[in-house]
């Protein structure tokens, strides 16, 4: 059984009706706040773990990425609001 430090969370703000993806897979929880834990990442060690959030508008797919590192006992927040989906620039807290 994996212990919490070996985890990394992450938190994204998305607009309500937005797809997310991790790594390429789409993820199953809706909502406009979705939090995440990374298991198995090692101590000390930095990971990329690609994010992907699509939101239609008007008919319109928008699609926004970011990559963020992230490490062990980590948390992260990411921010996809209806503009960076249009402009691809994400916030990061």
Partial sequence: MASSDDRGHLTLNV???AI???CDQPMTITGPVREYAIPGLQLGR???YP???EVTRAGQLYRATAEPRIRAGQQMSLVFDDAAAKSSVVASR
């Fill in 20 to 22: 997310v993806y991790l």
């Fill in 51 to 53: 994010v992907r959030v």
């Fill in 46 to 48: 930095e990971y990329r």
């Fill in 15 to 17: 607009p309500a009706d």
